[in-house]
């Protein structure tokens, strides 16, 4: 499935300002029918698994019965795929203004808590990109993540 980069994910997510889960996988399997190609649910998953967990989407969960969505993320520069300015004429999507400040404080809740598993589990490839991400959240979100980013760099200096 083409459109497997972060980048468009957060492309058709911001399209709709936030989406659900259910509807980004349709919007997935939209895209690949308009293209003539099988849709595979599973490569959807997946690459909406790797958005998130790699902060090219942010979850946020609501209060109440409001359904959890995904929203553009610190890592994203979303883009488009081919096709995608269709999909508001196609799926039922409502357009959605999620709360910038809950957006923000759930990325800077996960990156926190992703960090300590990093450095507690010794995994230099993830402390290494969370090191990349720990700048994009402080200019996307306006935070300050140095405390964590001086941890991931101690980290790091401890496998040179």
Known sequence: MPTDTGDELAGVADLFGAVTREELESALGELAFKRGEAVDTDAASEAVDAAVENYYLVTLEPDGDA??????????????????????????????????????????????????????????????????????????????????????????????
């Open 67 to 160: 359904p959890t969505l995904l929203a553009p993320g610190p890592a994203a520069f979303p883009a488009l795929p081919e096709s995608a300015e269709d999909l508001p004429h196609i799926l039922d999507v409502p357009d959605r203004d999620p709360d910038r400040e809950a957006l923000v404080a759930a990325a800077e809740q996960r990156f926190r808590a992703d960090a300590a598993r990093a450095v507690d589990d010794d995994d230099a490839e993830r402390i290494e990109r969370l090191l990349d991400v720990s700048y994009d959240l402080e200019t996307w979100g306006g935070g300050d993540v140095g405390d964590v980013r001086t941890r991931l760099d101690d980290a790091t200096a401890n496998h040179n």
